[in-house]
């Protein structure tokens, strides 16, 4: 099809400004990250923004089935041989596909048999014991993962090599089609004496790369969540690699000390701070001028 | 060997008890085959649903699901049973039960009459064999009205509940999201926010801030912290302003086991809010969530279909007259319901259990990021749930809870809905928002200008 004529495109571009209504409380936007002061088309939601909410939803749908590229995540690995000698080992659930792995959630927790055999044969090659390994599982957002695995343990790895006594750190596993617990079984297996998984979390709409973090201590396979300590969020416009790390730091030192993790190791890194809400009040009631 | 039997052709298909029959008639879900307990076959599920159809109403009283004495939730529904209620429908089948409801002589007056006989396994039963187009016309035939300071569950009426959910609870931040929804007429159900912080002390913050808001701006409604109902006891005791009592339900004893409370802590709980006395229109002071799922999440199923674990949850919340019922449908993920399919298709059947039950069912039609769903099934979802009489839905700054990290429906979802089907809020709310200015008081409509006491309120934080 050919269009006879070419308009030009200012005359394409003119929003509906009679019909579209804008809301002055938009700009409490400051306040908040939820979807306010939207405007109205009626009742209806106006287009760029129906649009722009499409786009958060694509995002998301995307981190959840967009496999983990383990090709990258291992090159990249390679940055952090001064603090974890040993290669990456790559691993799998016993969920075979991303669509298995959404309504089997007990397989994403299983190892698949393969993958018990390269950890039993790695096992063999092995003289000590570590006292952490780290896990990396996809989880539901393997984009999570790519981008916010390395440039943690890039924090937090130098920091395990300076502790008083230090951590002998065995080789980064990578767990495809994983969940949190599938960390556990990897740790029994290695007879680590912690494992620590990063893993990609539930994905929000603004928020599709979320990690987080699991730590076991003893590791072994069929323990519940009460047996672990997590840290969520961590991304770059969440929770820091610094501040994540130094949570992790404290869990780390103390599941070593204490000889535990989960509920009885309670995070005391959180310190109160007098929020802005506290001094600004609730502005909708309020009679200060 | 075999409770139920069904010849087909040459081939006898078995089925070895009640629970079994009626997982395996059930519609496909994902959460039925995560717990092993869904048919084998296309064929299979019509077989059994055959074969349920020809169960008759009274089996459900021997064929007890799960045994009277492991059970708190079973023996509420039998020490309850309406024998009365139950008689004009006694001499039905499941098959029967479906024809009777939908038949022109059966509306909301005899409805009404034999509520108290149907136990929630009966109405999951009759759902199972009913299409969604019948699921839609016996809940448009069910009446359940139910008050506090607005009366919610009118014909013609559709409730929103106000979420202004925050992930650090920051005041203004909700405070923001509430100014939000009042402009744009949502609020009549409950304002009720999910707290990020879970304790005593952050629900009684919230509930102070919710109260004022209430008060000074005299609006007809109740708010609520969605918080453990231990904890709601506690804040009561400390001169906290409670409207309703939250709690989220299941439909077994060990379900409830593991959310931390049983009966008698719902009973406590509800005389302990009724001693306020802060209802003006109406006593109903409890406010339930449910959804399909939560049974086996906790491992507390006992080898039964989720969708009948969920209408058991009915039972515990109707003994406690509650002012609203929430099931959260879509929340849980796709291991339990996969896509906007099953989503929808859940959705419709837990209102019609609901209702029929007499419950004041509403729906928070939602989905997560990795459910196979998206706005369209939730558009979907929610005219179907409107043209069925639901109760209320959730209402949200643009379907986003930044809190939660799912998706449900906004404040303009609930406004497109009532101008397709004419629909109202609360008689009490609606008279307010014309008071208030914010809708016109002629046309009905949402005025463009914000009125003037929100305006000063606004230019108090903003300073312009």
Known sequence: MKLTKNLPLESCDQRADETLVSNPWRDLRRFTDARIGLGRAGVSIPTQELLAFQLAHAKAQDAVHTPLNIGRLIEGLSVLKNDCAQPPLSLRSRAETRSIYLQRPDYGRLLHSDSEQVLLQYRDTISQSYDLVVVLADGLSALAIQENAIPFLQVLLPQLALAPIPWNIGPVCIVEQGRVAVGDSVGEILRAKCVMLLVGERPGLSSPDSMGLYLTWSPKAGLTDAYRNCISNIREAGLSYEEASRKALYLLNEARRQGLSGVQLKDRTEDLVLTGDEVRGNFLVSTKG | ?464
């Not at chain 2, 799960?66 to 039998?78: G, N």
């Not at chain 2, 049974?295 to 507390?300: I, Q, R, V």
């Open chain 2, 1 to 464: 060997m075999y409770r139920f039997r069904q010849l087909v052709g040459s081939h006898t298909y078995g089925f070895k008890n009640l629970g079994e029959l009626m997982a395996k008639a059930t519609p496909a879900r994902s959460g039925d085959y995560l717990a092993g307990v869904a048919a084998q076959s296309a064929e299979e599920r019509a077989i059994a649903q055959m074969t349920l159809a020809d169960v008759p109403l009274k089996v459900f009283l021997e064929d007890l699901l799960i045994p009277y004495e492991e059970d708190e939730i079973t023996r509420l529904i039998v020490d309850s049973h309406d024998l009365v209620a139950f008689q004009p429908i006694s001499h039905l089948t499941v098959g029967g039960f479906r024809e009777w409801l939908l038949s022109e002589q059966v509306g909301s007056e005899r409805l009404e009459q034999v509520r108290l006989g149907i136990t929630p396994e009966m109405a999951a039963a009759v759902s199972k064999i009913m299409r969604n187009q019948d699921l839609i016309l016996v809940s448009k035939k069910c009446q359940v009205s139910t008050g506090f300071r607005n009366t919610l569950g009118l014909p013609g009426r559709l409730s929103t509940r106000l979420q202004p959910n925050h992930p650090t609870d920051d005041l203004t931040g909700i405070a923001a999201s509430i100014l939000d929804g009042l402009m744009y007429g949502s609020g009549d159900a409950v304002i009720g926010i999910n707290p990020a912080t879970d304790n005593v002390a952050q629900a009684c913050r919230l509930m102070r801030m919710m109260d004022e808001v209430i008060q000074h701006y005299e609006i007809p409604t109740q708010s609520c912290v969605l918080t453990h109902v231990t904890n709601t006891i506690e804040a009561i005791e400390q001169g906290a302003p409670v409207d309703l009592v939250f709690q989220s339900i299941g439909g077994t004893q060990a379900t409830n086991d593991s959310f931390g409370f049983n009966l008698s802590t719902l009973a406590e709980a509800q005389a302990a809010a009724l001693s306020l006395q802060r209802g003006s229109v109406g006593n109903n002071v409890m406010y339930f969530e449910t959804g399909q799922g939560s049974a086996l999440s906790a491992n507390a199923h006992f080898q039964l279909d989720q969708q009948t674990c969920e209408a058991r949850a009915y039972a515990v919340a109707r003994r406690f007259s509650p002012l609203l019922v929430n099931t959260v449908v879509g929340f849980i993920g796709p291991e339990y319901l996969f896509d906007g399919k099953q989503i929808i298709r859940a959705g419709l059947e837990d209102h019609f259990c609901g209702k029929l039950l007499g419950l004041p069912m509403g729906c928070d039609i939602c989905y997560t990021n990795h459910a196979h769903a998206d706005q369209n099934d939730m558009d979907n979802l929610l005219t179907l749930l409107s043209v069925a009489g639901c109760t209320f839905v959730m209402g949200i700054p643009g379907s986003d809870d930044i809190m939660l990290n799912y998706q449900t429906t906004s404040f303009h979802d609930a406004l497109y809905i009532r101008q397709v089907l004419g629909l109202k809020p609360a008689p009490e709310f609606d008279a307010w928002l014309k008071h208030a200015e914010i809708i016109d008081a002629q046309t009905g409509r949402l005025n463009a200008q914000m009125p003037a006491a929100f305006r000063s309120s606004l230019g108090r934080l903003l300073g312009n």
